[in-house]
Structures are given as C-alpha cells and as structure tokens.
C-alpha cells in the first residue's frame, strides 16, 4: 500500500519568512495529494491540494509543488504569519479520496 | 463544502464497555470515512463505510471492534466495542464531496 513520509516534524520560523514543507510517497499510481492544516484542537482542514496533471498550484501565501518522477511534493508558505502556527498534514491517494493516507506531520511555529 | 457533526464531542468511559460515535452529514455523500488520531500522532484510516454495503476495514482494524453502520447517505456510527486505555483517541469521521475530504469535529475518548 501508500506509504507517505513527511519532513521535518517540527519547524520554526520567523514571522515574515518561508517555511517549506517535503513529502514523498511510494505508490506511483496515487494521483492526488492534499495539504491539511490541523490548529490546536480542530479538525484538520484543507488549505490546498494537487493533483498528478500539474506539478505546480499557488493559492496566495501557498504553493504545492508536486515532482512525479521523483514521487514527491512540498508545501511552500510564503510570509508566513503567526496564525500560520498549526500541525501541517500532507497525504497522498488513489482516485482522489480512496484510501487516503497521511504523512506524520510537521508542527509549524511562527514566531513574532 | 459540507456540515459535519459528531456525537458525543468527548466522553470518558471504562475499560470494557463500548461507544458508538455518530457522524451527521448536511447532504447526501457516497463515501463516508473514520479516521483514529491518537495524541500528537497523524490520522489513521480505520474504515471506508458505503451506503448499502458493509464497510471496508485497514489493515489492524477488524469489524468486531470497530463495528460501522451506514444507514443512509447522510449518517454512519463507529462503536469502539470492549474498550481498552490503548483505544484512547480521537475519532473522526470525514467525507469525500467534489473530490475533496472534509473531517468532522472529532470525539476524544478517554477510557480509564
């Protein structure tokens, strides 16, 4: 099955600067790749997503990157804000939301 | 997007005794998903439940103690039977609308 690694677990920036988040993935054949931010007791949320027809998508502050060949993609968070602080989720499945599995995580601090 | 509840949002039980969570859907969906989230840990897929048919279960997750139902489109429970302190954790439900997963709001159990 998918297997999703996701690195560092933990990362602090300043406020103002980038923050870059990686993951790979092991099934070739996945082809969509959400980005969940999860805030102190929340629910995870979906800030963005790709899928494997395009190796880049930006939404404001965020980008994903997505690298087939090399079976991985990264979360890029420009400007970061302290409201970014959150534990970060990235995940990979087949045919969109079939069994969907999810890296360990990456707990970002922003600090002012 | 779409509405997600759960019941119970918390509760505290004994060793022993079993939960049913319940998960409400504002509109009709296909696939219905239950996620554990132990502490400071990712989410884990316990089972995909369709309308109409049983639930499919991941690898270390076996229907007697994850029973699922899913009545209709909008509803599905998760009882986590013969609860042990290691079942201590989050529960959500998520759906699958438009190709993308939203998460309910979790159920935190805490068995003593």
């Known amino acids: 099955g998918e297997n999703v690694e996701q690195h560092p677990s933990t990362l602090s920036v300043q406020e103002g600067d980038s923050a870059v988040i990686k993951c790979t993935y092991s099934?070739?054949?996945?082809?969509?790749f959400p980005w969940y931010k999860q805030e102190l007791g929340k629910r995870p949320q979906l800030i963005i997503d790709i899928r494997s027809n395009v190796g880049e998508k930006k939404d404001q502050r965020i980008a994903v990157t997505l690298n087939k060949t090399a079976k991985h993609f990264s979360l890029h968070i420009t400007e970061t804000q302290p409201e970014d602080s959150a534990v970060y989720f990235c995940a990979a499945s087949l045919n969109n939301n079939n069994d969907m599995r999810f890296g360990a995580g990456t707990r970002l601090t922003v600090k002012p | 997007s779409a509405v997600i509840s759960q019941k119970p949002s918390r509760d505290i039980c004994q060793r022993g005794t079993s939960l049913t969570i319940q998960c409400q859907v504002d509109?009709?969906?296909?696939?219905m998903f239950w996620y554990r989230q132990q502490p400071g840990q990712s989410l884990t897929l316990i089972a995909t439940?369709?309308?109409?048919?049983?639930?499919?279960?991941e690898s270390g997750f076996v229907i007697d103690k994850f029973p699922i139902s899913r009545p209709n489109l909008t509803f599905s429970t998760l009882t986590v039977s013969n609860m042990s302190p290691e079942d201590s954790s989050i529960y959500l439900c998520?759906?699958?609308?438009?190709?993308?997963?939203?998460f309910g709001p979790g159920t935190r159990l805490t068995v003593l």
């Open positions: 998520s759906v699958a609308i438009y190709n993308e997963q939203f």
């Open positions: 439940a369709n309308q109409g048919s049983e639930a499919t279960y």
């Open positions: 509109s009709q969906v296909t696939m």
């Open positions: 099934d070739s054949a996945s082809n969509y």
